[in-house]
């Protein structure tokens, strides 16, 4: 399996992003698709998640500022993220699996990641 993030930049304060993750080589009809993130020093945390019963979640801290989609044909995952703040800024991955629960935002769940792609907000 490969997950390959790409769309990461600098923006200002207020700007948007689109982040894409595009997976390879998954063969199960089930997964959960989830977008993580982890600023310096802090722990990695739950941002998305996409699964393939159609559930999905945001966490409270970009809830009404990003947005969390799929394309199946091109087996990509997006997040858009609109009016960012400096407290966006951190590496965001993209992760896949089959955790307990269709849509996971729980990092200890996912066996397969991406790189990451690096999100920085200027005030």
């Known amino acids: 399996v490969q997950v390959v993030e790409s769309g990461g930049g600098s923006v200002q304060s207020g700007g948007s992003l689109r982040l894409s993750c595009i997976v390879s080589g998954w063969i199960y009809k089930s997964y959960s698709m989830a977008w993580f993130r982890q600023a310096s020093g802090k722990e990695r945390e739950g941002v998305a998640c996409?699964?393939?019963?159609?559930?999905?979640k945001l966490a409270d801290s970009v809830e009404g500022r990003f947005t969390v989609s799929q394309d199946n044909a091109k087996n990509t995952l997006y997040l858009q993220m609109n009016r960012l703040e400096p407290e966006d800024t951190a590496m965001y991955y993209c992760?896949?699996?089959?955790?307990?629960?269709?849509?996971?935002?729980?990092?200890?769940?996912?066996?397969?990641w991406g790189q990451g792609t690096q999100v920085t907000v200027s005030s």
């Open positions: 996409i699964g393939s019963d159609g559930s999905r």
């Open positions: 992760a896949i699996d089959r955790p307990y629960d269709y849509c996971s935002v729980s990092p200890g769940e996912y066996n397969y």
